[in-house]
Structure formats: structure tokens, C-alpha cells
């Protein structure tokens, strides 16, 4: 089954503990992306990756770090974690520079204390 | 934990009824759009896209009208089942980038 697979699904944590959030999609997707989601808001965009070794910030990069070491993988990585870092993470990967539609990971639930 | 729904303007529709969400969306110089369904505890899913080269696309039971004149967007859903009940925000692409805006989004509850 074509996927975009996120794990831990939920995570508490304290302030300043790194942590990592990992994806993984196994559609051989050239572009991946990290988005969270506050109340209110729409998607904002944390990172994204155009293929390996590619990534560049979105619009909410503080606070957080990527890497692109392989096309399946693209974790989320956040070396101090402050409590305005909770929220729910998606992943998500699509083909093509644009004009597609992005698959998504069923979330991360992030809370911070 | 609080939804991220929580803020969300609401449509009620009785089951059976037609559905009709709107989306206003924000740059001109958009040429793909797509609607996502997001059920509480669950990534948002794909429904329908469209081309700004389109004004209408037709799915299964649902359709998207573009109107780039005013830079609206809607979802139409015929005959909106219970399973339809969820989160939809529409995204827009901005033509030759990476860059895609997502709405807030709208939350449809169906009426038994």
C-alpha cells in the first residue's frame, strides 16, 4: 500500500530533550515535506526536500532540523524542544516541482512541557 | 488535547443534502488547487484537484468550480453521507514553485 508512514503517533516530552520524528514514504516520491498544524491555522510548512541530499526552510524552520539522507526517509529533528513546539506534525511526499497533490502521514501529536 | 478543529467555521447539512464548501484562495498566480478531507485523529486525504486551466472537475460525488476571477473555490458533495463528516481545506499551489498554501479549513457535520 502506497504510504507515508510517521512515527511516534503521539509524544510527550520535556523542554531541551532532542528528539526525532521520523517518516518514511514507498512511493519513491522525489519530495518531501514537514508541515505542523496549530488551531486556527492552516498547514504551515516547517522544511521540505526536493530529493537526497536537498532540503530547504519552509515558513516555521526555527527550532527544527531535517535531513535527506535516502528518497524514503526525511525525519524531523528537534534539538531543544521549547513548549510552542507542541502541535501536530504531518509529513508528507509528492511527485513532481508542483501541480500535485501531497500524501500525507497520519501525524504526530507533540506535546512539550 | 484540544482539536486542531477546535476554531473552525461550520457546516451543518442534513443527510441526503447536497454540501457546499467554499474556500477563498490567496495568490493569483496559483495554477493548482486541491481539496483534502482531514477525519479527527487522521492525516488529511486527497480528494479532488483541478487546473486553473479549468473552472469545473467532476469526481465521485463530489465537484470543484474555480472561479479565478474572484480567486474562489468550492467543493460541492452530492448526496453528503455520515462518513462525509470531517475537516476540508483547500491548498493552492503557486505556479512553477514548490510553494503550497493551505486554507483553515471547514468543518461539514451531517445531520442524521
Known amino acids: 500500500e502506497a504510504q507515508v508512514t510517521q512515527n511516534p503517533r503521539y509524544l510527550i516530552t520535556v523542554t531541551g530533550k532532542k528528539l526525532t520524528v521520523t517518516c518514511s514514504q514507498n512511493?519513491?516520491?522525489?519530495?518531501m515535506s514537514w508541515y505542523r498544524q496549530d488551531p486556527g491555522l492552516g498547514l504551515r510548512q516547517i522544511y521540505y526536500?526536493?530529493?537526497?541530499?536537498?532540503?530547504d526552510k519552509g515558513d516555521v524552520p526555527e527550532g527544527y532540523k531535517v535531513s535527506r539522507k535516502e528518497k524514503r526517509n526525511f525525519p524531523l529533528i528537534l534539538e531543544s524542544p521549547s513548549p510552542n513546539q507542541t502541535s501536530l506534525y504531518f509529513c508528507?511526499?509528492?511527485?513532481?516541482?508542483?501541480?500535485?497533490?501531497?500524501?500525507f502521514g497520519s501525524g504526530t501529536r507533540l506535546t512539550v512541557v | 488535547g484540544e482539536s486542531v478543529g477546535l476554531h473552525l467555521p461550520t457546516l451543518s447539512v442534513q443527510e441526503g443534502d447536497n454540501s457546499i464548501i467554499n474556500c477563498a484562495y490567496s495568490?493569483?498566480?496559483?495554477?493548482?488547487f486541491i481539496w483534502y478531507k482531514q477525519e479527527s485523529g487522521k492525516g488529511p486525504q486527497f480528494i479532488i484537484d483541478?487546473?486553473?486551466?479549468?473552472d469545473k472537475r467532476q469526481g465521485q460525488r463530489v465537484t470543484v468550480l474555480l472561479n479565478k476571477t474572484v480567486k474562489h473555490l468550492s467543493l460541492q458533495i452530492a448526496a453528503t453521507q455520515p462518513g462525509d463528516s470531517a475537516v476540508y481545506f483547500c491548498?493552492?499551489?503557486?505556479?512553477?514553485?514548490?510553494?503550497?498554501?493551505f486554507g483553515t479549513g471547514t468543518r461539514l457535520k451531517v445531520l442524521a
Open positions: 508528507a511526499s509528492r511527485t513532481g516541482t508542483g501541480g500535485w497533490g501531497y500524501t
Open positions: 512511493m519513491n516520491h522525489e519530495y
Open positions: 526536500s526536493m530529493n537526497v541530499e536537498v532540503t
Open positions: 495568490n493569483s498566480a496559483s495554477d493548482y
Open positions: 483541478i487546473r486553473s486551466n479549468m
Open positions: 491548498a493552492e499551489n503557486i505556479a512553477g514553485t514548490y510553494k503550497y498554501i
